[in-house]
């Protein structure tokens, strides 16, 4: 393959939809439909499932989407690289950072940048808030992005808000308080960011508003430090929310009056960003907002700047019809366009070191060889080899393009090495994820009545929850999904009913509410009582972490956490009060089972992709598995 058609691969996920792919890459929607075809041809997979006019990768299509945007980042790099070695003129972006924080953002968004604006560099400095103003006014930075005070010096846009919490040591007698007044810290030693951290200054303007000066343990700027010098019980701290990982060592309380600080874009004042700084600031502010702790401002720039970093998809999604590709990444791949054939002969002359070996190596006459090295050379518009003694020998361009050459093709094999073992693997294989509560019934019954049907076709049970089934059968991993919902569809899936439940509440003998009678609705003002939980992350326990809340007012404590069939047990015994499947009750308890309002239907549903096409057999195992599974929710 070469690394246009890598291209449209990574078009078409990104678009979505074929004919707002076809515009940008300036092609005709039949002959990309053509193009996607035959890849799907040479991969011996559909990459892309079809559905309401949209185009979702399976989970090959997604592999090798990836695959393909890792080539096309290597190719970006080498033609970077060697623009640099050979002098080449260059635009480049600095932007700054708070340290520590900086060099996480900055590693996210970088190849995304870089993507879109390939002939762009883009450099990071490490900068306190406070610094940042006037690294700016004096044109060190073109763009940065801290928290702290708006500065006259630049343009200061804020962007969120994140909120200043006190850290405790768990044994401080504070720690239980919901709220702390700084000025009850008067006596307590602290640890503290160093002077010019945003944060310290802050600090420093809240401890003269409460009137004393602290009593300073330990102050670093080393933020690592910081958060094991608190951890160690050093002293209390101040820290932001958003970067608060609950412990048992560290209780964090918010402020009284709450604290905030900002977090601001910063540019030089008068400048009008460009599209480049634009995308950049919207990827900046995207990155950001990703975690729900910072809180986002309403400004109106931010709100553009957020639009201007939708993916093709996502705009469609929002009803906006996507732009067409970026000029500069679409001029660089129409300009060069690596054949994988052509990079293995030009790894050949510099191992051969000589034209003619290479052009043995391959079978190749010495002039076709000639021919495709200037046809690469042209497009990349630098020599890639020089002749010594009768030898050819790489420029440092050729060394870099040969290195990179090398990286691309390592990924292309192992990428069509990994397809066909799965194409392997996946021959004579049909595969169920099942709800843990129905996969006995199906090992015991739908699966050896199947197997002796057809010998030769293995089939496998995988006992997922509801989120992993529908992931599952999204990515097409699975072929069949059984599982509970208290839904009886499911967008883009094919979903048949197999039998239906609904969700009740089982009270403890001897725990039913005073005047409530069997065949009552659910009272409502009832104090939370202690519950049977299901395992973390079933369906059950999703559905009683939904409902309880809202019938309680708040989750009640767990009386104990176990799987389905032992809360069978404990449920019909009596143990706790629960909530539960009605079929998971005896008969002869039903009398202490109260009906929710409004009900709570539960569907067990058999479901499939609607855009998968499954073999005939498929038909013979969803009849096995509806005469398995059609007794499973009936009441005992």
Avoid at 27 to 55: D, H, I, Q, W
Avoid at 249 to 272: C, D, I, K, M, W
Avoid at 374 to 382: D, W
Avoid at 435 to 452: E, G, N, S, V, W
Wanted: include cysteine; charge should be negative.
């Amino acid at each position: 393959m070469n690394t246009r058609q890598y291209y449209y691969l990574s078009t078409i996920a990104n678009y979505g939809n074929l004919s707002h792919a076809a515009q940008a890459l300036h092609v005709s929607p039949s002959a990309l439909s053509k193009f996607l075809a035959e890849c799907e041809r040479t991969f011996g997979f559909a990459l892309f499932l079809r559905y309401n006019r949209r185009l979702y990768p399976t989970a090959v299509g997604r592999y090798v989407v990836e695959c393909a945007q890792k080539i096309l980042d290597e190719q970006n790099r080498m033609l970077l690289t060697m623009k640099e070695v050979t002098g080449g003129n260059r635009k480049a972006i600095r932007l700054a950072t708070a340290p520590n924080r900086g060099a996480i953002i900055f590693s996210r968004i970088y190849n995304q940048f870089s993507r879109r604006y390939p002939d762009i560099s883009l450099s990071l400095t490490e900068l306190y808030a406070a610094e940042q103003p006037g690294a700016i006014a004096r044109g060190l930075v073109d763009l940065a992005l801290g928290a702290g005070a708006t500065s006259s010096e630049v343009t200061d846009i804020p962007i969120a808000h994140e909120e200043l919490l006190v850290s405790l040591p768990a044994s401080h007698p504070l720690a239980k308080q919901e709220t702390i007044h700084l000025a009850d810290l008067r006596d307590t030693p602290f640890v503290l960011q160093g002077p010019r951290h945003s944060i310290r200054l802050i600090a420093e303007q809240l401890f003269q508003q409460a009137g004393f000066q602290p009593v300073v343990a330990f102050e670093s700027n080393d933020v690592i430090l910081l958060d094991s010098m608190m951890h160690q019980a050093v002293g209390v701290g101040l820290v932001s929310n958003a970067h608060v990982f609950p412990c048992s060592e560290l209780a964090y309380r918010p402020l009284n009056p709450p604290v905030h600080q900002t977090l601001h874009l910063r540019f030089p004042l008068g400048h009008t960003l460009t599209e480049p700084e634009r995308y950049l600031a919207g990827l900046l502010i995207t990155e950001r907002l990703r975690d729900p702790r910072y809180k986002p401002t309403d400004d109106p720039l931010v709100d553009q700047l957020l639009q201007e970093v939708l993916s093709p998809s996502q705009l469609a999604d929002t009803g906006s019809l996507p732009r067409e590709a970026v000029g500069t990444a679409l001029q660089t791949m129409q300009e060069v366009n690596l054949d994988s054939r052509v990079m293995e002969y030009l790894i050949s002359i510099v191992e051969e070191q000589s034209l003619s070996r290479a052009a043995e190596r391959h079978f190749l006459a010495q002039s076709a060889l000639s021919r495709h090295l200037r046809a690469v050379e042209e497009m990349v518009r630098t020599p890639l080899f020089t002749r010594e003694h009768n030898r050819l020998r790489p420029t440092s361009a050729g060394t870099i393009f040969v290195n990179n050459a090398r990286n691309i093709l390592h990924i292309e094999n192992e990428m069509f090495a990994h397809t066909k073992s799965y194409r392997q693997g996946r021959g004579g294989k049909l595969y169920i994820s099942c709800d843990p509560l129905f996969a006995k019934a199906l090992r015991d019954h739908a699966l050896p009545a199947f197997c002796a049907r057809h010998p030769d076709i293995q089939l496998t049970i995988r006992e997922e929850n509801r989120e992993q089934t529908l992931e599952s059968l999204m990515n097409s991993s699975t072929d069949l999904g059984i599982f509970l919902s208290s839904q009886p569809r499911q967008d883009l899936l094919h979903c048949q009913v197999l039998t239906l439940t609904e969700m009740v509440y089982c009270f403890a003998p001897c725990r039913c509410p005073e005047g409530w009678q069997p065949g009552d609705l659910f009272p409502g003002g009832l104090d939370p009582r202690p519950q049977l939980m299901a395992s973390a992350g079933s369906t059950l326990r999703t559905l009683q972490d939904a409902l309880l809340p809202q019938m309680f007012g708040q989750l009640p404590p767990a009386a104990c956490e176990a799987d389905t069939s032992i809360l069978r047990q404990l449920a019909n015994i009596g143990v706790a009060d629960s909530l539960l499947p009605l079929n998971l009750m005896e008969r002869r308890h039903h009398s202490r089972c109260a009906a929710l309002d409004p009900p709570q239907p539960l569907y067990l549903l058999l479901a499939h992709h609607v855009g998968r096409t499954l073999p005939p057999v498929t038909d013979e195992l969803i009849e096995l598995i509806r005469t398995s599974l059609t007794d499973v929710l009936a009441l005992p």
